[in-house]
């Protein structure tokens, strides 16, 4: 047994069933975020054009960037990899990936409410994907 009395886990790295369950979650949520994505870009485009449609893609490209470049963080910092190099540049990534959306949003004048919305879409998958657990699993 371990120091924090998780009896499963051994030297603070995670075991292969729990790995296995968490790489199944991260699966679902990215699925539930192009499910939501493109609902999402469909109804923007219908309901309001094509300029806040392309507002909402920005901002639910990037959350989704967001997601996936810090679940890659967390596991540089657990212990999935051990590279130092790998974990700064995850973080570096992802300013980059934040820099570049505030200078599209700027350049492009791309509407505020609908990138929210975008953003918000990994949110909701997340919550999603929390709620199908409770009932579920």
Same mark, same amino acid.
């Given at each position: 047994?371990?120091?924090? *009395?998780?009896?499963?886990?051994?030297?603070?790295? %995670?075991?292969?069933?729990?790995?296995?369950?968490?790489?199944?979650?991260?699966?679902?949520?990215?699925?539930?975020? /192009? +499910?939501?994505?493109?609902? *999402?870009?469909?109804?923007?485009?219908?309901?309001?054009?094509?300029?806040?449609?392309?507002?909402?893609?920005?901002?639910?490209?990037?959350?989704?960037?967001? !997601?996936?470049?810090?679940? %890659? !963080?967390? *596991?540089?910092?657990?212990?999935?990899?051990?590279?130092?190099?790998?974990? +700064?540049? /995850?973080? !570096? %990534?992802?300013?980059?990936?934040?820099? /570049?959306?505030?200078?599209?949003?700027?350049? =492009?004048?791309?509407q505020a409410v609908p990138a /929210?919305?975008?953003?918000?879409?990994?949110?909701?998958?997340?919550?999603?994907?929390?709620? %199908?657990?409770?009932? =579920?699993?």
């Amino acid at each position: 047994m371990s120091s924090s *009395g998780n009896p499963t886990e051994s030297n603070g790295a %995670r075991s292969k069933d729990e790995h296995a369950v968490h790489r199944r979650i991260v699966h679902r949520v990215q699925l539930w975020q /192009a +499910v939501l994505g493109a609902a *999402g870009l469909i109804a923007w485009w219908f309901a309001e054009g094509i300029p806040q449609a392309a507002s909402f893609a920005a901002g639910a490209i990037s959350s989704a960037a967001s !997601f996936w470049l810090l679940d %890659r !963080f967390t *596991g540089a910092v657990t212990g999935k990899s051990t590279s130092a190099t790998g974990l +700064v540049m /995850a973080v !570096f %990534r992802l300013l980059v990936i934040g820099g /570049a959306l505030f200078v599209i949003m700027r350049s =492009y004048s791309l509407q505020a409410v609908p990138a /929210a919305c975008g953003i918000a879409v990994t949110i909701v998958a997340i919550t999603i994907e929390a709620v %199908r657990e409770i009932f =579920y699993a």
